[in-house]
């Protein structure tokens, strides 16, 4: 009998009970080797298979066919197959071999990429992440790789669906830089900066021997985006950040430092003639059009800092205060910002005349009190949660015997204080 | 009590506090190092380098310098109609 046909039966026939499974896995695992050899072969037996009962056959035959590269006729004919193994497969079945799964989503990604259409591949990817997650907890590798097609194809708000889970189970450190980095231009391709920062900030302060390209690409993007935010940065790290972070970062982001600085004099002209002096440093680095919105967020700053002077402006002394062309553009300016929620205002145009207002939230209706509910309840899991871990960790026999090493204790009882003195 | 016991008394006293004192010194150095711990304090070595395994590269060199990071520039709000 062919062997191929004999493996094949085998799939069939050892698909449904767990232990029929396990049996299988061992005759998969030592016939890998001799499927790729047969990869020419393979795409007819996956017709004959089940991608939801067989998914662990199937599973290791589709990843065994797509060896070596492939040509874009290759890819059309694949993605549909790998979308339709996904959809459908067993998520009990592809658990048993985490790292085929993981191989074949990634086949999909280079492929849907080399079509030039990412976002075929966003919901699959969707899809695979929640199959191969333990928990809501877990980052997997194809979290990083479904953000990337999300930005590929411009479907930000999709990308954002996964960034509101708490994360605290991570397999690699790459696996959290990229997720991170990819969160944070997520969040910023959605304005929400504030997210942004604290994604970006994790890549920055994580973990890391060797300085590395994700936490650089990142702190460009941490500067900028805390100028848009929060009028200011501050090259100050904190303590908890790694030396090699401390030590490098800087010298990688000098230009975006600078930048910073420039924004700090409160000058328009000098930061627009500083930006203009680095357009092609700030370009090649794909970061030119959120240089853009830094510039933008200062008359934004100036307009906020006029509303804590004065109750009423007309839109030409705005304009002539915070540097505009004209009225007109102040009141485009002002009109945003009021949209955006930036400022409280109201603008009679009757007149150009602006009349500034208080912020009407008073924080006690029902939905700020749930807001508010809703936010302590998950701070106090939070902390539950890093009491449970630090208890972990205290108790893990690699940390005690490394930490172990570098303390020394003194205690009352190793001083040598003679009997009589004994109280 | 005599004088002469009292005396004795007193700098037993006073021994005993002395002893006591630098007991609590040196005790709460060790707090003081268990409240400031939590951050990264060592200036010279980074703290998790002592739990790192093998040879720490170059500062120069970039970990991950092969990451995608080829993406268009979509963040320029003035082409928003």
Not at chain 1, 189 to 198: H, I, S, T, V, Y
Not at chain 1, 257 to 264: D, K, R, T
Not at chain 1, 290 to 310: A, D, E, G, H
Request: charge should be negative; glycine fraction near 4%; include cysteine.
């Amino acid at each position: 009998m062919d062997p191929l046909e004999a493996l094949l039966a085998q799939i069939q026939g050892l698909s449904s009970t767990s232990s029929d499974l396990n049996r299988l896995h061992t005759v998969l695992r030592q016939a890998d080797d001799w499927l790729r050899s047969e990869s020419t072969r393979l795409a007819a037996v996956l017709t004959q298979l089940d991608p939801s009962i067989h998914s662990l056959g199937f599973l290791y035959i589709l990843e065994a066919s797509m060896t070596g590269s492939v040509t874009k006729t290759q890819a059309e004919t694949a993605v549909p197959i790998i979308t339709r193994f996904i959809g459908t497969c067993s998520t009990e079945q592809i658990r048993l071999a985490p790292d085929k799964f993981l191989s074949v989503c990634k086949r999909l990604k280079d492929q849907v990429i080399l079509l030039e259409a990412p976002i075929r591949g966003v919901a699959p990817l969707f899809t695979a992440l929640r199959k191969l997650q333990v928990s809501a907890e877990h980052l997997t590798p194809l979290h990083s790789e479904f953000l990337l097609l999300c930005l590929l194809a411009k479907c930000y708000k999709t990308g954002l669906s996964i960034l509101d889970d708490d994360v605290f189970e991570v397999e690699q450190p790459r696996d959290l830089f990229l997720y991170c980095y990819y969160g944070g231009m997520i969040c910023i391709g959605q304005k929400r900066f504030q997210k942004a920062l604290e994604l970006l900030h994790n890549v920055v302060t994580a973990p890391m021997s060797t300085i590395n390209a994700v936490a650089v690409e990142a702190y460009k993007k941490y500067i900028l985006v805390s100028l848009i935010r929060n009028g200011q940065f501050s090259t100050n790290l904190p303590k908890y950040t790694s030396s090699a972070a401390q030590r490098n970062l800087k010298n990688f982001c000098q230009p975006y430092i600078e930048l910073a600085n420039s924004y700090g004099t409160g000058k328009i002209a000098e930061l627009e003639g500083y930006v203009k002096t680095n357009a092609e440093k700030f370009e090649s680095d794909n970061n030119f059009g959120l240089v853009k919105q830094v510039v933008s967020s200062m008359y934004k700053r100036n307009i906020q800092r006029l509303t804590q002077t004065y109750l009423t402006l007309s839109l030409q002394d705005i304009a002539n205060i915070v540097q505009l062309n004209s009225p007109k553009e102040a009141e485009m300016h002002v009109l945003q910002m009021i949209q955006d929620g930036e400022i409280y205002a109201t603008i009679n145009q009757k007149d150009g005349m602006v009349r500034f207002l208080e912020d009407p939230e008073q924080y006690k209706t029902c939905e700020m009190i749930e807001h508010i509910d809703s936010s302590i309840q998950r701070i106090m899991a939070l902390s539950r949660k890093l009491s449970s871990t630090d208890e972990q960790i205290s108790c893990d026999q690699m940390y005690l015997s490394k930490a172990g090493r570098e303390r020394q204790r003194y205690d009352f009882d190793d001083f040598d204080v003679p009997q009589k003195f004994n109280i | 009590m005599s004088l002469k016991c009292e005396a004795t008394f007193v700098a037993i006293l006073r021994e005993k506090a002395r002893k006591m004192m630098r007991a609590m010194e040196l005790f709460s150095g060790e707090m003081d190092e268990q409240v400031s711990s939590m951050a990264m304090d060592v200036d010279d070595v980074d703290p998790l380098e002592i739990f790192a395994e093998g040879v720490i590269a170059a500062d120069n060199k970039l970990a991950d310098a092969d990451f995608f990071n080829s993406f268009q520039d979509d963040f320029d709000d003035s082409d928003i109609n």
